[in-house]
Structure formats: C-alpha cells, structure tokens
C-alpha cells in the first residue's frame, strides 16, 4: 500500500470562491484586525502570506502592532472592540510576554472573536449548540472528512490538549459521533492510545512525534504540528517511518494550513454578517 499525501489547496481554494460569493451577496467587503509582535519576522511574515490570501476570499485583513505592555493591549483590543468599522480581531501567537489568552478574549468581545476562545463562543460549542469554533480545529474535521468520509462510529485519538486545537477538535469530532480519545504530554503509553484509532490527529509541535509504531494498518493521519529544523518544516509525523503503514497523511505545511486559513477567512464573514445585521 501506497500512502497517500494529502494537499488541503483545492478545498481552500474552493472554500475561498464560496466565502467570496457570500461576501458579495451581502455586499461587505469583512475586516479584521490582526494583531502582532513587530519584532518577531516571522510572525510579519506569516501575517502577511494571510492577508495576501485573505483577498481571494475577498477579506481585508489589517496588521496591528500588539502595544507595548498587557494593560496597554488590553486596552487596544477593547478599543477594536468598540470600532465600528472593524468586523473581527484576532490576535497572533505567541501572545506578548504577560498577556492571558482568556483576558484578551473577554477584551475582545464574543462578537469580533474569531479564534473560538471568548468563554461565549468555546461554551456553544461544549454544549453543542451553534458557535464559532477554532480555525484549526474545523480543518482538522475537515481533513478527516475528505479522507475518512462520515465520522460517526470513527475511532479518532487526539494527540494534544491545547485549547485551539485540541479541545475543541474533541468536542466537534464528538458532535459527528465518533469516539474521541485524547492524549497529551502526561499520557503514559502514547502509542498504545493511538494504535486503537482509524484516524490520529496530531498537534504538538513535537517532529517526528508519530511513527509506525504509533498506528494500526490502514491509519488516517491528519498532520496539525508544525516545527523548524535546519530551515525545514516539519510536521509531527514521521513521513518516511509511516509510509506504506498510513493510508494517507496530510501535508505539512499544506495538508491542515490552507483549510485552516479558509476556515478562518469564514469565520470572519460570519462575524461581520451577524454584527452588521445587529447594528
């Protein structure tokens, strides 16, 4: 068996042609702010690649300067709050030294929150009501779907804990029925959890994390972990110790990162829809 590599481009790509014609039925043309380090190149510069993306799906996005202490960001973030010109925020991570995460969502406000971590929205989707999730975390679903096809009665492991990915990918996977398992840096036997599942979800950072060993004949591997090495980026797979075990495993960079910015880019549409509707 020939492992499959598997490229999120064509979805993105359609999923930025659907946001742009939703965006140009309601006539609005969605802004968001994106906060940054300005000394870290390469936060810019993933900023950057976003915003250049963010015109196919016909989105504005515009680059802030995180201010230079947390009550100063605190107040920025609730002065984009109150913007009236401004549809959504989002703010980078690493977050400045200091900055709590829940803080900064709460400044931000439920509304122009587009990263699922205001209590309000990350609640919804606990209880499995209609919400805003994670942009990561949907194209973690979304992976899964293409590959896997209907996930319920799917056994799916988890490989970390973080609330961008992690959590809230379990209560999304839970939400389409599968049996969801979640390991994390404490979990003893790591790959005893993750042979049991039709599909493993990774997202630690950690390269190379998962290997053969890690997963059963015919594995769905959806690639979320992200590394540097020798200028290299790397996923938490190790491609070459999997191939011909996994069925398929998504790309990295480009598996799990182009969806997840399609699925960001709607999440703001979604916002500027209900705040224009509300005002």
Do not use: W
């Not at 490989?159 to 979640?182: C, F, I, K, Q």
């Not at 950072?205 to 015919?218: E, K, N, P, R």
């Amino acid at each position: 068996m020939q492992t499959r590599i598997f490229s999120g481009l064509d979805i993105a790509r359609d999923m930025h042609a659907q946001t742009l014609r939703r965006a140009q039925d309601a006539g609005i043309r969605p802004t968001c702010c994106v906060l940054l380090d300005a000394n870290n190149p390469g936060a810019r510069a993933y900023a950057t690649r976003q915003q250049e993306m963010a015109e196919q799906a016909g989105i504005a996005l515009t680059l802030l300067a995180y201010e230079s202490n947390p009550p100063a960001i605190y107040r920025q973030l609730a002065a984009l709050r109150d913007d009236r010109t401004v549809d959504a925020v989002m703010t980078l991570y690493p977050l400045p030294q200091g900055v709590d995460a829940i803080t900064a969502a709460l400044a931000i406000g439920a509304e122009k929150d587009v990263d699922g971590l205001h209590p309000m929205n990350a609640g919804n989707l606990l209880l499995g009501a209609p919400g805003r999730g994670a942009a990561t975390a949907q194209a973690s679903v979304i992976c899964a779907e293409a590959l896997f096809g209907d996930l319920a009665g799917a056994t799916i492991a988890i490989v970390g804990a973080s609330p961008v990915v992690g959590r809230p990918l379990t209560m999304m996977l839970l939400d389409r029925n599968a049996t969801v398992s979640v390991g994390h840096a404490a979990t003893r036997d790591l790959a005893a959890l993750t042979r049991q599942a039709d599909i493993v979800v990774s997202a630690t950072g950690v390269a190379g994390l998962i290997t053969a060993d890690h997963i059963a004949q015919g594995a769905i591997l959806i690639d979320v972990g992200i590394s540097r090495r020798n200028g290299q980026i790397l996923g938490d797979v190790d491609l070459a110790g999997v191939e011909g075990k996994a069925a398929a495993v998504t790309h990295a960079p480009d598996g799990v990162g182009p969806i997840t910015a399609a699925c960001l880019f709607r999440n703001i549409l979604d916002a500027a829809l209900i705040r224009r509707s509300a005002h």
